[in-house]
């Protein structure tokens, strides 16, 4: 008996060179975010009773560890990372995980979940005294490590959805946006010492003073 091909890998986009749109819209009626790369992940679900987006964490992701570029955070969001592709994924390939979006090092977008349902990104957590982030938060994720520096392209980006997120949702501002580390603390450390924070939040006052 011939066995079945096995699942195309996620395809990216090219243009590393290319810097992001100076601009974001989101679509609040499918929760879709544009210019983006829509990559739908299995890991999500419906957010409890219906609730909207309250808060935004950010991550920092790369695999493997280190590396930069190939298409396994992609692969792992849909569950079709090889274990036998890289020593590190045989611990992880199980593992059902997702975010909102990523922004790649160029600072191209892929959305994995839209906005209105659960992404599975946050694990045990809690904000200001709530519990379970992933019920009412969205999961960016940007490819890079704790301790090294994020690309000039990545915080264009990640200023430019932020600021459209907040636009699109009446519960966000930037007092609704966090790290890992500050939902997980303990457990996790991402975004971690290398990402600027005032870099974040002066791009957003400078798009959208009344943000806050």
Known sequence: MSKSAPPKSPQRSTGLSSAPPSSYTIDCSNGLIHPADQIPSPNQDARPDGADPALIVLHSISLPPGDFGGPYIEQLFTNQLDPDEHSYFA????????????????????????????????????????????????????????????????YSALVGAVAALIGAYSELNVRHIAGHCDVAPGRKTDPGPAFDWLRLYDGIASRNPDSE
Do not use: M, T
């Open 91 to 154: 611990g992880i390939h199980k593992l059902q995980l997702s975010a909102h979006i990523l922004i790649r090092r160029d600072g191209s977008l892929v959305q994995f979940v839209p906005f209105g349902r659960r992404a599975w990104h946050a694990g045990e957590s809690g904000f200001r005294g709530v519990p379970a982030c992933n019920d009412y938060s969205i999961g960016i994720e940007i490819e890079g490590e704790d301790r090294l520096e994020y690309s000039d392209h990545q």
